[in-house]
């Protein structure tokens, strides 16, 4: 009779904790919830002008030119020629809406070069742009102008001739 008694206690502690064990499953809920994602024109840039300093003469001493982002030239040094004026170079950007974005202009100096090159290239550096970073697109568009400095030697060693550059990139992204 001892070992029924054990048997008939086992149960009954075994039917209690069953008994939990349904209880707190009946008191657990659950919903479901949905994910969605909305995909973004990407956005894009385009060149619609090239940079230009325009014509210069080179003068006794070293001398600059800063190109404005509206295409106005400062000079110091050189001599800038009225008659071929200069202009900045200008891109479309285009996406989503009127969302903001970066602007990566180029950080190290860009050759242009000459008919006595390597000796006589001149470099452009201190890029500027308008609008600065970041910019903002009205309507998914906006015109992105771009400026730089021109170092020019001296009328002793700046060969005279056409220069040019490989080009330079410009990059835009979201913010």
């Known amino acids: 009779m001892m070992t029924s008694r054990f048997a008939k206690y086992a149960v009954a502690v075994g039917a209690i904790g069953l008994a939990g064990m349904m209880q707190s499953s009946v008191q657990a809920a659950g919903t479901t919830a949905t994910a969605a994602a909305t995909v973004a024109t990407a956005i894009g840039i385009s060149k619609t002008v090239d940079m230009s300093f325009g014509t210069i003469a080179a003068t006794a001493s070293a001398g600059s030119v800063i190109l404005g982002t509206d295409g106005s030239r400062s000079c110091t040094?050189?001599?800038?020629?009225?008659?071929?004026?200069?202009?900045?170079?200008?891109?479309?950007?285009?996406?989503?809406?009127?969302?903001?974005?970066?602007?990566?202009?180029?950080?190290v100096a860009v050759p242009l070069i000459g008919p006595g090159s390597p000796a006589t290239d001149m470099d452009a550096t201190a890029f500027t742009s308008n609008p600065a970073s970041p910019g903002t697109l009205t309507a998914?568009?906006?015109?992105?102008?771009?400026?730089?400095?021109?170092?020019?030697?001296?009328?002793?060693?700046?060969?005279?001739?056409?220069?040019?550059s490989a080009g330079f990139t410009v990059t835009v992204n979201y913010n």
């Open 77 to 107: 040094d050189v001599d800038c020629l009225s008659g071929s004026p200069g202009a900045a170079a200008s891109f479309d950007v285009t996406g989503e809406g009127a969302n903001t974005y970066s602007i990566t202009l180029p950080t």
């Open 140 to 164: 998914g568009a906006q015109t992105l102008l771009v400026g730089a400095t021109l170092a020019v030697a001296n009328a002793a060693t700046q060969t005279p001739g056409a220069y040019i």
